[in-house]
């Protein structure tokens, strides 16, 4: 998700997730996004948890209102337990839109270890959602993995329903290319003639 997308409900759900960020400048007359606040202006380092899409519209001006800090499933803590064992992690209780939110966050992560986070991660449940596509046991199977991992493993049960449908059938069996028949006939020919 590189881009956001107005009509996707996953990405106003992933825009709509709260990150932590701390304010860079007084805000006048904006003391109630801070809910402990008694003061009607916003101080500055005053550290909120607000919605992604707000942080992002505040980051991006200039100068930058506020700058925003990884949540706490890119920190350090969460990313050494996704690189020992990432198929242990029930994604779905940490976090629905992991991979999502990710592609969001890390453009501030100045490391680059959240892509490389969210990259291993998936290669490490890679196996673990294409067997789940194929089980018996749907309902376990599909308890520990996020949205955008059971979107994927749901395509994949359909498209191995209608690989198995086209087997069962038989009706339409594979017929050698026209092109591969006559590339082996020429490639015959020629060793005939050596």
Not at 33 to 58: F, R, Y
Not at 73 to 99: G, P, S, W
Not at 153 to 166: G, P, R, S, Y
Request: aromatic share 6%; with cysteine; charged share 25%.
């Amino acid at each position: 998700m590189s881009s956001s997308n107005y009509l996707s409900i996953t990405d106003i759900l992933v825009t709509s997730e709260k990150v932590p960020c701390k304010f860079l400048h007084d805000l006048p007359k904006m003391g109630f996004l801070d809910p402990s606040a008694a003061e009607e202006d916003l101080k500055s380092g005053t550290s909120l948890e607000v919605p992604l899409w707000l942080a992002e519209s505040l980051c991006s001006r200039r100068p930058p209102l506020l700058s925003i800090d990884l949540p706490k499933i890119y920190k350090e803590t969460y990313r050494e337990i996704l690189n020992a064992d990432a198929c242990t992690v029930d994604m779905h209780k940490m976090n629905q839109h992991f991979y999502e939110l990710g592609c969001y966050i890390a453009k501030y992560d100045i490391k680059g270890e959240v892509a490389n986070t969210l990259i291993d991660t998936f290669r490490q449940r890679f196996r673990m959602i294409m067997s789940a596509s194929v089980s018996t046991d749907t309902v376990n199977a599909l308890q520990p993995l996020s949205k955008s991992e059971r979107e994927r493993t749901d395509a994949a049960m359909v498209t191995e329903k209608a690989l198995c449908d086209w087997l069962k059938k038989g009706s339409c069996p594979l017929k050698i290319a026209s092109m591969v028949a006559n590339h082996r006939k020429r490639k015959r020919a020629e060793m005939e003639m050596l």
